[in-house]
């Protein structure tokens, strides 16, 4: 008979010894969170003025660890929208991609960003065009404890010499 760290599983929950290769880095995300958001009014308009709202998301495994997806509430100022996150793991580069998908437009799916965590931080990239400009996107995960992280998103217009944090969201876990 196979030991419990070998037997098979057929949920989806984290494995108790999971590989260091990278897939395990979004296992601190799996539950259900409040989310604090700060987004910037104007982006790449040397803008000030943040709106701040709330919101909650839930995040499960798929794939059997090789991916997730969560399930967003953003209270925007103006109404509510949903939004999801699709990351999926290639354990050949040891990269994570991240594909955002918006409620409000679900036929359309972002470009994915591409990274993975160092020392405790994620970092993933991408290029892709924002109001007709070439920009590159940047988020990253920092702030990673058992009960609470931040994700940061920038811009940069100018090839990464200089980076524009417009989206901060603050989660707590949800007890």
């Known amino acids: 008979m196979p030991t419990p ?35 910037l009014q104007k982006r790449l308009q040397g803008d000030t003025n943040w709106d701040v709202f ?3 998301c839930e995040m499960r495994p798929i794939l059997g660890g090789l991916a997730n997806v969560d399930d967003n509430v953003i ?8 939004a999801a996150t699709l990351r999926t793991f290639d354990s050949a580069t040891r990269q994570w ?3 955002w998908i918006d409620g409000r437009n679900p036929a359309t799916i972002d470009v994915p960003m591409r990274g993975s965590f160092e020392a ?11 109001d007709g400009r070439n920009i590159q996107v940047r988020f990253l995960w920092s702030r990673i404890t058992e009960r609470s992280a931040r994700w940061e998103q920038a811009f940069s217009p100018n090839g990464g010499n200089t980076w524009e944090t417009n989206w901060i969201m603050d989660f707590a876990r949800q007890v």
């Open 97 to 99: 991609s991240i594909w």
């Open 54 to 56: 709330g919101g909650t």
């Open 75 to 82: 209270d925007l100022p103006g109404g509510a929208y949903r």
């Open 120 to 130: 405790g931080v994620g970092t993933f990239l991408c290029d892709d065009v924002f």
């Open 5 to 39: 760290s070998t037997t098979s599983r057929s949920d989806d929950a984290p494995a108790e010894n999971p590989p260091t290769d990278g897939r395990a880095d979004f296992d601190f995300f799996f539950g259900r969170w409040n989310v604090s958001h700060r987004r």
